[in-house]
Structures are given as C-alpha cells and as structure tokens.
C-alpha cells in the first residue's frame, strides 16, 4: 500500500494509541477537481505518494463537513475491477475509520457495480459509498482510475459537495490513516478492527442487487420466455457486470454470458458498449443465432441492446422504448405508473414523443445523472435516459445496464415480437427520431477549445446564422444557444451545457467537449431529426442524415479548427 513508508516515518508526528490512527504530513496537488462522474486520471497519478489518500481525506473533511462526526455511521466501497482497485480500497478502508466511520460494508474482492452500490447504500441506509472506478474507459497499469463519492440518496454527489472536496484538496495540509494490516476482502463475513471499534463487512455485491431485480420484474416469465427457445447473449466485456449477470442471466434465467470475469484491463479492451467496442458482440449478433444481445460497460451502468441479425437500438429509442412499454410490461411500473420522463439535452428526442402521448411530465436536463437523482428525489421521474448508453429509473439513482436489459426482455417476452419489430411499432405510434452521434477523441485541448469558441461567437452574435441554410440541406436555422437549465426542484442554474443549433423542421444539431477521459479532450456533435413518414422508418440513420451531419462539420469547420477528417466513434 503506498502509505506504508510515509505512515511509518511520521508515527511520531501525531498518534491515538487506543485507535492506531497515524497523521502524516501531505502537500497539496493541484488539479484534484471532481467532475460529473468524480476524480478520473491515469493510474500512475493515483499512485503517486499522498495523492489518493490526499483526495480521500479532503471528500471526508467534505462528509464531515455536511453530516458532522462520523462514528456510527457506515458507507459502502468497491469498484469495477480494473487495475488499482483492490490497493486503492485498502488504502480507503484505513482512512475511513482514521476519520471515525464505524463501518464499511465493501463488496468481495472489491468488486461492485455502479447500480448495486447505489442499490445497497439504500437499502441499508448507509451514509454514502465510494466507488472505485473509471467508468466505460479502459483499465491497466497505463490506462484509467477514479474515485467516486455517492450521498445517502445513493446518487452521485451534487456540485456543491464536489466543490466541497475540491475545496479541501487546496488547503488539505495532513491526512489520517490506520495503522492496520491490510484486511482479507476475498472472504464473506464481519471482521473486527482496534478491538471491535471499527467493523469491515464483507458482503456478495450480488445479493441485494439480485433482490431488488426480483422485486421490480417477473422473473418465472422471464424464464419462460428465454428457455422457451429465445436464444440471449450477454457481455459483460470483461467488467465488474460478469458477477451479475452470470447470476441474473445465466443462473437465474438460461441466457449465455461471455466476458463474464472482470479483468483488471479488461482483456486488453475498451470497456464501453458501442458499436466499435463492442464489436465481438455485433458479430455475434448478426450471425443471426441469437434474438436478443446486451453488452455492459466497466462498472455496469452502461449498456447496449441488439436485436436478431445486429439490429441495433439506439440509447436515445431504447430510453423510449422503454417508457412507453413499462405500465404494460414490468411490474413495478404496473404498480407506482410514471411519474415523469426525462432525458438529457444531447439525447434524440424519442422519448419527448412518448411524454407527450402518455401525458406525463417531461424534463430536459443537462447531461450528469445528479438531475435525474433530483427529480427522482423529489417524485417527478420515474424513468430517463442519455444518450451516451445510461438509462435507469428511479429504483435506484445510478443510470442501470443490466437493469435497462431486463426491461427489454420483459417487453420482449409480453409484446412476443423481436426487437425490430418492437421497434418498427414504436415508430408507427410515435413517429422517428434519426440520431447519430460523432465522437473525436483524444483531441488537443486547445484545438477543441477554439472549435468551441468559433461556435459561441454564433451564440453571442446569433443574426450571423439564425435564418440560413447550409450545404445540401434546405433547413434554415431557427435558434441557437448554449444551453441552460433551471432544477424545478432546487431553482439551480446550469449553464454552459452544450452549443445547440435548432433548425425550422425541429432538427438539431449540438456540440459538447467531454471531460471523462484522462487527457486530451473528446469532441462530440449530435445529430438529431424527427421523421413521421413511415416509408422513411427503415431508412439507414447515417443515410437519413448525412445533409444535417454535413452541415455540422460546416458550420462548426471541425477538420479546420481540430485536422481531424473522420470521428473516432460514430453511434
């Protein structure tokens, strides 16, 4: 563990010998900011001398802040597996109770999905958890790391408790640790620390997850369905979602799961579940054997739905796929109905479509889970989507992968149609949203910046494009902004969420900068168009929008301002 040495130097600087707590002398590191989706950077920065445990006691100097003394209460820890993750919660583990916690519950080995770390800080009324992961990005010793704070909610922490623990990363001048041995997390059960003043639970990061999939769906039917001769392929791609899906899927319900055992680089692959990445699982599928297919990011909130042949759902249908099936098709819908729908800005607005039919309430947020939790919170939402592979419901206050497939399934196994079919239906009812999405990555950040302020000079000034056409389109832009979000249940601001162009006929174009990555910055453009002629539904989406996605790199002279002549990704 790194803070052996330094710990073992300074036992002299300050000690409570009944509690083993050693105070070691830190220094500040610059650039400790959480984001949306806390601290992520490269490996080789976390283990640098004092700047995980630096991180770590400025979010309980934070916690402590908020909620007062810590003895008593209990938070939950573990990760998704990917390299650092085991030394990293040894290392929590110690500064947690330096800093007065009472107890930790962490999952076997460390493991523990994203979802079910919300699910159990819930159920058990913990005080919060942290999580050890770096999301749908690629794991190893040269690859990415993160830490996490979750609240009591079981929701990402809010912007002004991240500002709290960035807050503390500037001033922090010592941190607090255990003087303990590493404690054996590869076995179930209670362990007593410092004569019973401090207990670490080793708990199945499975069970309690399992439960609450059993309280929300039909799991007999759904067992019907798949042995019924359905043939379902699950990947997990080499992440923390193996765990449970090799229990849910392959246990529970006969479906077939590869990947299933998380690698700590996940096999040398890039843990994100899109048509690239996840490519083994789109060659499967269009072999045409299976029915239904579902890939899963690293830390399991992410996923991807095909259907048989490869057909692909997009995140942005799926979402409203979802919605529009629920009352019918799963039964914890059937019991609380919907409260309200949500999706985040860049989403294509499928979902706005089914809002509006079932009559519901209908919010657009800005991207980051935290606006949902919020409306969840508050009994607005009940089911929400981005379109960056998160979907979820207010079951927990995490975005859901194996969650969002269980749902498919569910409607799969009621409606007794395939996907495509299930799909072409929607269209029928609701009309099509064609969306595409272009991801650059790894692009110099000063290169994106300039793209981005070529684009902010339209918003400042918008009479220099509201009004024309470009390329072979003939739209004409009717508005463009940067957009801004008031929290009907707080009145917050958020500002700054992504450059928006809106055409005449609704269409929209939207260009955001992704902060997830460790360096570099990514790109994005969304390309967004609603159609309600039903001979256009079966139209390829790259086809459908080649005029809009031309017009993109037009306006926002991408290849001039970056060099770059083709996406790294195309969703």
């Known amino acids: 563990v790194p803070h052996t040495a330094a710990a073992a130097t300074t036992h002299t600087l300050a000690r409570r010998a009944t509690m083993s707590v050693v105070t070691v002398a830190t220094a500040v590191f610059e650039g400790q900011k959480p984001g949306t989706s806390g601290l992520r950077k490269r490996v080789v920065v976390f283990q640098e001398k ?5 991180f770590i006691q400025s979010t309980f100097n934070a916690v402590k802040d908020k909620y007062g003394p810590l003895e008593g209460k209990c938070i939950v820890l573990g990760g998704d597996g990917r390299y650092f993750v085991k030394e990293a919660a040894q290392t929590i583990i110690k500064i947690a ?8 519950m962490v999952g076997q080995n460390a493991l523990f999905s994203t979802p079910a770390v919300s699910c159990t800080i819930r159920r058990h009324k913990a005080l919060g958890g942290i999580l050890l992961t770096a999301s749908h990005n690629p794991g190893g010793p040269n690859a990415d790391f993160g830490v996490k704070y979750n609240i009591t909610s079981g929701g990402p922490a809010p912007e002004e408790f991240t500002a709290a623990i960035y807050n503390h990363t500037k001033a922090i001048k010592e941190y607090h640790i255990l003087d303990h041995p590493d404690v054996d997390l590869s076995t179930l059960g209670k362990q007593s620390l410092c004569g019973g003043k401090f207990e670490v639970e080793v708990v199945d990061p499975v069970h309690d997850y399992l439960e609450l999939m059993k309280e929300i769906f039909d799991f007999p039917r759904l067992k019907a369905y798949v042995q019924g001769g359905k043939a379902v392929l699950i990947d997990c791609m080499n992440g923390v979602a193996g765990p449970y899906a090799q229990r849910i899927f392959g246990e529970e319900l006969g479906a077939t799961v590869v990947h299933g055992t998380p690698l700590t680089d996940f096999g040398g692959e890039h843990p994100d579940p899109n048509l690239v990445y996840a490519k083994a699982l789109v060659d499967r599928m269009h072999e045409g054997i299976h029915d239904f297919g579902a890939a899963f990011d ?3 909130d992410r996923n991807m739905v095909l259907g048989k042949n490869g057909f692909f759902v997009t995140p942005s249908d799926s979402v409203a796929v979802i919605a529009a099936n629920a009352v019918d098709c799963i039964p914890y819908f059937r019991k609380t109905g919907l409260k309200g729908l949500s999706r985040s800005m860049p989403t294509g607005a499928a979902l706005d479509h089914v809002a509006k039919q ?7 947020v800005p991207t980051g889970w935290k606006f949902f939790g919020n409306l969840m919170d508050a009994g607005r939402l009940s089911i929400c989507g981005e379109e960056s592979f998160g979907t979820g419901s207010d079951h927990v206050r995490e975005k859901d992968g194996v ?6 399934l569910s409607i799969l196994a009621t409606r007794n149609a395939s996907v495509e079919e299930i799909l072409m239906k929607h269209w029928q009812t609701y009309g099509r949203n064609f969306f595409t999405r272009y991801d650059y990555e790894d692009v110099e950040s000063a290169k994106a910046e300039a793209m981005i302020k070529h684009l902010e000079h339209f918003v400042a000034n918008p009479a220099e494009i509201v009004g024309k056409s470009f390329g072979s389109s003939s739209q004409k832009v009717a508005t463009v902004d940067n957009f801004s979000y008031t929290d009907p249940t707080n009145n917050s601001l958020t500002s700054n969420q992504g450059i928006r162009i809106i055409f ?3 269409s929209r174009l939207i260009f955001r900068l992704s902060g997830t990555g460790s360096s570099g910055a990514t790109i994005r453009m969304y390309v967004d168009s609603y159609i309600n002629d039903p001979t256009q539904y079966s139209t390829d989406a790259q086809v459908a929008l080649k005029p809009l996605v031309q017009t993109g790199l037009e306006v926002s002279r991408l290849e001039h301002f970056t060099g770059r002549t083709a996406p790294t990704v195309i969703t």
């Open 504 to 506: 005449e006929d609704g």
């Open 403 to 408: 969650w969002a497939a269980l749902c498919w």
């Open 358 to 364: 079932l009559k519901v309430e209908f919010f657009e």
């Open 298 to 300: 690293g830390d399991a």
């Open 50 to 54: 004092n700047y995980l445990e630096n």
């Open 97 to 104: 109770f330096a800093n007065g916690v009472s107890r930790i």
